[in-house]
């Protein structure tokens, strides 16, 4: 079945049928009708365009995200995974859209073309313009993560600030000293990258709280960023026994560094952070770590949008999950470092 024989039946023009089923210009009430009486008796298999031409619905979600570069992090991949499998439960599907700007080309479309009902945004910056053109457009849309304003945003996010703070205490209470933060790329810090700052400014405030020497350094995504990023904290302090770190695509390289340089972990150096679980867990020795709660993050955002699309007038709703540091075998109490004698 086409166009044209939905039009031939319904007796109406074939741009009529197209306006009606692609929602770009106004159809009388029984006009739509009329075509979805056609396309019922002919026994079309509904398709997106169907579904929308019935219920005003595409039945699809967005999902936002930024251009990979190089590539995306297995955290990223989970957040993609974890709101596919999730709106599936609620018979949508998910349509990808990388964008890092209000003025991508591909957000545009999203956004202009109605090809979705509603949208998630992931790595939400502080100053987010996706957020606030989506909400000047009265498009729904959650957000995994804060803006610097989130009270009027739909958001599911994790406490970074709290997750690292926690971290931090945990190196202290085995009695390190001397501790570093491996945060995200530069320009990620640089672009305003929520989870990057609020980690950081976690790391800054405890580690000041319990009067620890501390240095904070952004890693590139992959593991020999990881690797020279050790070498510089080795470098710059070579009494250093610990580190905090935001970036799971550095973890490798972060282990790799140490050994080369001779630091056996957990005995001569402590590493913790906040990475998903699986992850923590690929390294040896497993990683302690607040572990990401991927699943979850995109179960409630997905159920969030399906909320706000049931049911427009609830208020906004918001989720700050804060899971528990996961004690495996990278931390240990400090001890001395080789070459250097006791840490002071």
Same mark, same amino acid.
């Given at each position: 079945m086409? $166009?044209?024989?939905?039009?031939?039946?319904?007796?109406?023009?074939?741009?009529? +049928?197209?306006?009606?089923?692609?929602?770009k210009?106004?159809?009388?009430?029984?006009?739509?009708?009329?075509?979805q009486?056609?396309?019922?008796?002919?026994?079309?298999?509904?398709?997106?365009?169907?579904?929308? =031409?019935?219920?005003?619905?595409?039945? &699809?979600?967005?999902?936002?995200?930024?251009p990979?570069?190089?590539?995306?992090t297995?955290?990223?991949?989970?957040?993609?995974?974890?709101?596919?499998? *999730?709106a599936? *439960?609620?018979?949508?599907? #998910?349509?990808?859209?990388? %964008?890092?700007?209000?003025?991508?080309r %591909?957000?545009?479309?999203? =956004?202009?073309?109605?090809?979705?009902?509603?949208?998630? =945004?992931?790595?939400?910056?502080?100053?987010?313009?996706?957020?606030?053109?989506?909400?000047?457009?009265?498009?729904?849309?959650?957000? $995994?993560?804060?803006?610097?304003? !989130?009270?009027?945003?739909?958001w599911?996010?994790?406490?970074? &600030?709290?997750l @690292?703070e926690?971290?931090?205490?945990?190196?202290?209470?085995?009695?390190?000293?001397?501790v570093?933060? #491996?945060?995200r790329?530069?320009?990620?810090?640089?672009?305003?990258?929520?989870?990057?700052?609020?980690?950081?400014?976690g790391?800054?405030?405890?580690?000041?709280?319990?009067?620890?020497?501390?240095? &904070?350094y952004?890693?590139?995504?992959?593991?020999?960023?990881?690797?020279?990023?050790?070498?510089?904290?080795?470098?710059?302090?070579?009494?250093?026994?610990?580190?905090v770190?935001?970036?799971?695509?550095?973890?490798?390289?972060?282990y790799?560094?140490?050994?080369?340089?001779g630091?056996?972990? !957990?005995?001569?150096?402590?590493?913790?952070? +906040? @990475?998903?679980?699986?992850?923590?867990?690929?390294? &040896?020795?497993?990683l302690?770590?607040?572990?990401?709660?991927?699943?979850q993050?995109?179960?409630?955002?997905?159920?969030?949008l @399906?909320?706000?699309?049931?049911?427009?007038?609830?208020?906004?709703?918001?989720?700050? =999950?804060?899971?528990?540091? %996961?004690?495996?075998?990278?931390?240990?109490?400090?001890?001395?470092?080789?070459?250097?004698?006791?840490? !002071?």
């Amino acid at each position: 079945m086409n $166009i044209g024989e939905i039009a031939k039946r319904a007796g109406v023009s074939r741009s009529t +049928v197209s306006y009606a089923l692609s929602g770009k210009r106004s159809v009388s009430e029984e006009t739509r009708r009329k075509i979805q009486q056609v396309i019922d008796e002919l026994g079309y298999q509904p398709n997106a365009s169907a579904r929308a =031409l019935a219920n005003g619905r595409t039945n &699809t979600i967005g999902l936002v995200f930024p251009p990979a570069g190089n590539h995306y992090t297995g955290m990223q991949l989970d957040f993609i995974g974890s709101v596919v499998e *999730a709106a599936a *439960a609620y018979d949508y599907d #998910v349509l990808l859209s990388p %964008s890092g700007a209000d003025s991508d080309r %591909s957000f545009q479309r999203l =956004l202009g073309e109605r090809r979705v009902d509603g949208a998630i =945004l992931m790595e939400i910056r502080l100053r987010d313009d996706r957020v606030d053109h989506l909400k000047a457009a009265g498009f729904p849309a959650v957000c $995994i993560g804060r803006t610097e304003q !989130p009270d009027g945003n739909w958001w599911v996010g994790l406490d970074h &600030t709290a997750l @690292v703070e926690r971290c931090v205490h945990h190196l202290a209470d085995l009695g390190h000293r001397r501790v570093a933060f #491996v945060n995200r790329p530069e320009q990620l810090l640089r672009a305003g990258y929520e989870s990057a700052h609020r980690g950081l400014d976690g790391f800054t405030k405890a580690a000041a709280e319990r009067g620890l020497t501390f240095r &904070t350094y952004c890693c590139g995504d992959d593991a020999s960023s990881g690797q020279a990023c050790l070498e510089r904290i080795l470098h710059d302090e070579p009494a250093t026994t610990a580190l905090v770190t935001l970036n799971e695509a550095a973890l490798g390289g972060l282990y790799r560094g140490l050994a080369q340089a001779g630091r056996h972990v !957990p005995r001569d150096f402590s590493v913790t952070g +906040v @990475v998903a679980g699986r992850w923590a867990e690929t390294v &040896t020795p497993q990683l302690t770590a607040a572990d990401v709660p991927a699943e979850q993050l995109g179960r409630l955002a997905v159920e969030s949008l @399906v909320e706000r699309l049931d049911h427009p007038d609830t208020p906004p709703r918001h989720h700050l =999950l804060t899971p528990p540091i %996961s004690l495996r075998a990278s931390t240990a109490p400090a001890g001395a470092v080789p070459g250097r004698g006791p840490t !002071p």
